[in-house]
């Protein structure tokens, strides 16, 4: 069966950083596109950086210059080091695992950027 944890939210101050890890049990990992979303309450998911299998990345306008995305496929991670964060980017954050048209999400892990 095929799990992805997220792991490293948490309450931090304005400015400061925060790194997130997703470990996914999934085969062909080094293959897939993974990727990092966040849902604030009351609004929709919405994507925040992405990563291909040969290591293009992505990134959401709201993120760029503060986010990187990278992974390791020797330990089926992908991370999501934020840094200069900011009270508006407080949401649930998760991870997303691509092949083709088959996706997996993670349960989430609780961003709180405090003022």
């Known amino acids: 069966q095929v799990q992805l944890v997220e792991s490293g939210g948490g309450l931090v101050q304005a400015g400061g950083s925060l790194r997130l890890s997703c470990a996914a049990s999934v085969i062909t990992f080094s293959a897939n596109t993974m990727g990092w979303y966040r849902q604030a309450p009351g609004k929709q998911r919405e994507l925040v950086a992405t990563i291909t299998s040969s290591g293009l990345e992505n990134y959401a306008n709201s993120v760029k210059g503060r986010f990187t995305i990278s992974r390791d496929n020797a330990k089926n991670t992908v991370y999501l080091q934020m840094n200069s964060l900011k009270p508006e980017d407080t949401a649930v954050y998760y991870c997303?695992?691509?092949?083709?048209?088959?996706?997996?999400w993670g349960q989430g892990t609780q961003v709180t950027v405090s003022s």
């Open positions: 997303r695992s691509q092949y083709y048209e088959t996706n997996y």
